[in-house]
């Protein structure tokens, strides 16, 4: 079966990222598409647990985040993982490479013999400085090599692995494809990412153990993480989450009536101006007669333990409180899709409205109180 073939009709077998609408706009008329190979099936429906492959991984060159000329075939001997992303991203891509990294961890001694590469998936982006920015942003300047090059060389790779990668409606649209490749430069697995932040350790996990796979001896995987369901909280669920910078704790739940929850991380400094868009809604959180505002960071997908910290000392105070989803289970349970996003909740824990910040921008505090006015009077009926 042809590599192309496989990619596409994964991600419409799995249903999920942001390529499911490119894969299906490139199969030909009337051509059925093909069967994948029988993945292991896993408890959670949120996790794709890879495909099995068996075919030469297509050779390519690129340059990588530092302007160095790097080719696939300079790694034969070592086992790369493969993964397509867009180096502006702010949904799948930032949940997959960090996968990539804690499966590699996962390894220890035998990481030594594996390759983490990424290859970009934005044809506007296609700048040696949006590699780099992304892999600073994500603290992977270091820990991986981040590959673009001119538009026509990187859609060659996108047609040889199947990647689709367009402008769609004013936004990036692209298979959240990984690829596992074996010493010997032939492919063996591909993994197709979701939009599930409490999924990120369970995908670590099956990556691993694919590229463990792959590897001389057959390594242990280290720290084994169930691949149960995840019991997510959702907005109809008490949770006390920690408070930062300074400590304490924030409750989310119903009955505390109406409230305001914007979703974000820091990294999206790297795409747009953060620091001064959570500071400019403190002119929101000190009206009166409005629901208030609850910032909630997604700890698990951050550079590091230090990175929210770091962040909120660099800029003036804010005047509502930031909490910690340490592993992406609130997220997921109100539904966020997109880094940041807003949410409105009633005090029965009813989700009233909600706004994808990353790809609408950030609304202005009289476009803001509008939309919030209007959905609790949507909501009284």
Known sequence: ?????????????????????????????????????????IPNPRLDPGSQLNSVAPAFTL???????????????????????????????????????????????????????????????TQVKWVRSYSQAHGMLHKWLFLTGSLPRLKRVWRAYGIGAAVVQGAIDHTPATFVV?????ETRLFISAMSYSSVPQLAEVLARGIAADLPGYPHVQGATSLAPIKLIG???????????????????????????????????????????????????????????????????????????????RIPALSYPVAIDRDGRVADGYGVQDSPWLTLVSGSGRILWRYDVATNGWPSTRLLLSRVHAALAHARG
């Open 1 to 41: 079966m042809p590599v192309r073939w496989l990619v596409l009709s994964a991600a419409l077998v799995v249903g999920i990222g942001g390529g499911v609408g490119i894969a299906a706009a490139t199969q030909a008329p009337g051509q059925a598409a093909p069967t994948i190979p029988t993945a292991p099936q």
């Open 182 to 186: 074996d010493p010997q430069g032939r």
């Open 63 to 125: 340059t990588d985040q530092f302007g160095r000329t790097v080719s696939l075939k300079s790694f034969r001997g070592k086992v790369v993982v493969i993964s397509f992303n867009d180096p502006q991203c702010t949904t799948i891509c930032p949940l997959t490479t960090t996968a990539m990294l804690e499966a590699k961890k996962k390894l220890g001694p035998a990481a030594a013999d594996v390759q983490l590469l990424g290859v970009s998936a934005n044809p506007e982006a």
């Open 235 to 313: 907005p109809r669920k008490h949770v006390t989450l920690p408070r930062a910078p300074r400590g304490g704790t924030v409750e989310l739940g119903p009955g505390r009536g109406p409230r305001l929850l914007l979703f974000f991380d820091t990294w999206e400094n790297e795409v747009s101006n953060l620091s001064s868009d959570l500071v400019g809604l403190n002119r929101y959180a000190t009206l009166d007669s409005v629901p208030p505002l609850v910032a909630v960071d997604e700890a698990n997908v951050e550079s590091s333990a230090h990175a929210l910290p770091d962040f909120l000392r």
